[in-house]
Nanobody
């Protein structure tokens, strides 16, 4: 069973920075993609950023130039560096990972979510 544990959320002033972490554990054979999503109150969950196996990164337009996704393969951890935060970035942030378990069974797992609040 694959588990994701997120950390790093909190309250920050507009223009500030936060770094989210998501540690992946379990019987993992390989990871295909790691991503961050967010969900604001009353809104649908939306994709923020992805990093795929080869290292390519993609970002939603609303975070380009402000957020950066990175991973540490040795630690099976994905990060989201968030700079120049705006009040509209307030949401619960979720990490998502998909890959193969040791028996080559595909998996997609979600973290428990971490609250990010941007307010003065």
């Amino acid at each position: 069973q694959v588990q994701l544990v997120e950390s790093g959320g909190g309250l920050v002033q507009p223009g500030g920075s936060l770094r989210l972490s998501c540690a992946v554990s379990g019987s993992i054979f390989s990871i295909n993609a790691m991503a961050w999503y967010r969900q604001a109150p009353g809104k649908q969950r939306e994709l923020v950023a992805t990093i795929i196996r080869g290292g390519d990164r993609n970002y939603a337009d609303f975070v380009k130039g402000r957020f950066s996704i990175a991973r540490d393969i040795t630690k099976n951890t994905v990060y989201l560096q968030m700079d120049s935060l705006k009040p509209e970035d307030t949401a619960v942030y979720y990490c998502n990972v998909d890959g193969l378990e040791y028996r080559h069974t595909p998996f997609t797992s979600w973290g428990q979510g971490t609250q990010v609040t941007v307010a003065s």
